[in-house]
Nanobody, 122 residues
Framework: QVQLKESGGGLVQPGGSLTLSCIID????????IGWFRQVPGKVREGVIC???????YYLDSVKGRFTMSKDHTKSAVNLHMNNLNLEYTAVYYC????????????????WGKGTQVIVSS
């Protein structure tokens, strides 16, 4: 069974940086896409950024030049590097997996982690 687990969330000051990790267990295909989504109370879960063998896709204009993703093959993990954070980025962040290509539609992702909380506050 495929399992995803996020880590790395926490409290960060405005202007600070944080790296989230999504550890992926239970599958070996290379043809997958890992998306990061975020959700705040009372709002719909929304796509932030995604990485697949086709490249990185940004779903929020505000994260271009601010967020990026990387793979750590030794840990079977995909990392989300977040820089210059502001209050807007306070949310629970989820990683999710689907086959082949990225999608902004959260309903197209079959496997999800349970999320990690990011709080940007002074």
């Amino acid at each position: 069974q495929v399992q995803l687990k996020e880590s790395g969330g926490g409290l960060v000051q405005p202007g600070g940086s944080l790296t989230l990790s999504c550890i992926i267990d239970g599958f070996t295909e290379d043809y997958w896409a890992i998306g990061w989504f975020r959700q705040v109370p009372g709002k719909v879960r929304e796509g932030v950024i995604c990485n697949s063998r086709h490249g990185i896709t940004y779903y929020l204009d505000s994260v271009k030049g601010r967020f990026t993703m990387s793979k750590d093959h030794t840990k079977s993990a995909v990392n989300l590097h977040m820089n210059n954070l502001n209050l807007e980025y306070t949310a629970v962040y989820y990683c999710a997996r689907r086959l082949e290509r990225c999608s902004e539609n959260k309903n197209e992702y079959r496997y999800w982690g349970k999320g990690t909380q990011v709080i940007v506050s002074s």
